[in-house]
């Protein structure tokens, strides 16, 4: 029962120290992995939400410090107008062609275009036993979105004064969550792809869609009444900060992944516990060694 445990931890660990993407590996005294270590050899799991949770915290404040900075500084100085400004010449200028591609890009922004992709995204990691890609893909768009739902609790803009072509709540408006969450989902999966493919072609194939994609749907988010450009701004810097702490924590995980392998190995020599330690049991059982006696 014991070496079946052992085998199993084994392999768990082992899967969660490989990863097909070197964006999520911890370079050797990089900040990941002194993160790991501080944490005293905790299970990969417990690293990686203990920087998830974390992260969520400094994103969060980050994202309403920007919030008030916004609504109690920026809007009392001419940024104000032009921000409105903005917005109101794009809703002066709508056609129904223009009408049904912002409502195209308001979709590839949102659900359930981005929950399905993330979705198939980790099943098929996990099926392969990628844990980190697959936790990347669920909890980049979790991350965001979480960050949104507690910035609009404390952060109260009314979006702009123009047609809005949503019904959705009217003091909403910062920061843009479809803009973030582009940007997340995106551009986080080409920063994963372009760490591991070196194509240059399909390098800025590739990045110029995941520049392109977030743009398109920031735009049609202002078209539609639904949001300012300050707005926008501010979900940029939360889509960024999604993914600069997503790759923070699976890399703290991937090296308390690698740190335990060691341990487990030695854990499964012979006459050791899973600790490394001599088994005193086994080492009792032994039959005593006659020696000689020395002659006086």
Known sequence: MTTTVRRRDERRDRDAASCPFPLLDARPGSAPERFAQRLGGRHPVAVFLTALIGGFLLLAALSIGLGYLVTQLVLHTGLGADDESFVRTLAQHRTPTETDLSEIGSTVGGAPVLPILAGLI?????????????????????????????????????????????????????????????????????????????????????????????????????????????????????????????????????????????????????????????????????????????AR
Do not use: Q
Not at 223 to 235: C, E, I, T
Not at 251 to 267: F, H, K, Y
Not at 280 to 286: L, Y
């Open 122 to 294: 980790a099943l098929v990691s996990a099926a392969l036993r990628h844990w980190r890609v697959a936790a990347f893909a669920v909890f980049v768009l979790a991350l965001e979105s979480a960050t949104y739902r507690v910035t609009t609790l404390v952060i109260h803009r009314d979006r702009p004064d123009v047609k809005r072509l949503e019904d959705l709540p009217v003091d909403d408006s910062f920061p843009s969550g479809h803009t973030a969450a582009a940007i997340a989902v995106y551009a986080g999966l080409v920063l994963l792809l372009t760490s591991r493919i070196r194509d240059r072609a399909f390098r800025a194939l590739a990045w110029t869609v995941a520049i392109a994609l977030p743009v398109f749907v920031a735009l049609s988010r202002m078209y539609r009444g639904m949001h300012h450009p300050l707005d926008v701004a501010g979900g940029v810097i939360v889509g960024l900060g999604a993914i600069a702490v997503l790759v923070f924590a699976c890399r703290a995980a991937g090296a308390a992944a690698a740190a335990r392998r060691p341990a487990l190995a030695t854990a499964g020599a012979p006459g050791t516990d899973r600790t490394g330690r001599l088994d005193r049991i086994t080492r009792d059982a032994r039959p005593s060694e006659t020696r000689p006696k020395a």
